[in-house]
């Protein structure tokens, strides 16, 4: 499998991604079709071979800076355990590499171990917390990996 960079024809599977995933937080139509087409947003998406969307990552990038911000990534719960997470978070990387970042930063629910388990496996280094960082109070752990 590999990844490309979203479309607006991925919008509703985008949109739809993000309802199944996540319960709080969650970006509008409106907001999926800024990050889509920003200069600033790279939203790299897993197509499934029948051509479902498996999963997708939203990255943060500002002018002048060489870090880069994982915003987002989500898998389809049908894809779970094929790589995908994974996958996508080498696709964000290039893409950080691309755009001349020497490293990658993100924040994770505490309450998150499969998320904290991939990145710490994909070698992010937890550095910090965030005291109620999400619309539910939940705290953040911040993580970061420099990019070879």
């Known amino acids: 499998m590999s990844t490309r960079p979203a479309r607006l024809d991925d919008l509703d599977a985008l949109v ?44 943060f990038f500002r002018r002048g800076s060489n870090e880069g911000r994982i915003y987002s990534i989500a898998v389809a719960a049908a894809a779970r355990g094929r790589g995908l997470g994974r996958l996508l978070v080498q696709g964000g990387e290039d893409e950080a590499r691309r755009r001349g970042c020497t490293s990658l930063r993100a924040e994770i629910r505490v309450d998150n171990a499969a998320s904290r ?26 993580i970061r990996r420099v990019l070879g």
């Open 117 to 142: 388990a991939l990145f710490a496996a994909c070698g992010y280094a937890e550095f910090g917390l965030k005291s109620g960082y999400y619309e539910d109070g939940q705290d953040a752990v911040l």
């Open 16 to 59: 739809a991604l993000e309802e199944a995933s996540f319960s709080g937080d969650k970006m509008s139509r409106r907001s999926w079709r800024r990050a889509v087409t920003s200069a600033t947003i790279a939203v790299i998406v897993a197509p499934l071979p029948d051509g479902q969307l498996g999963g997708c990552a939203v990255l």
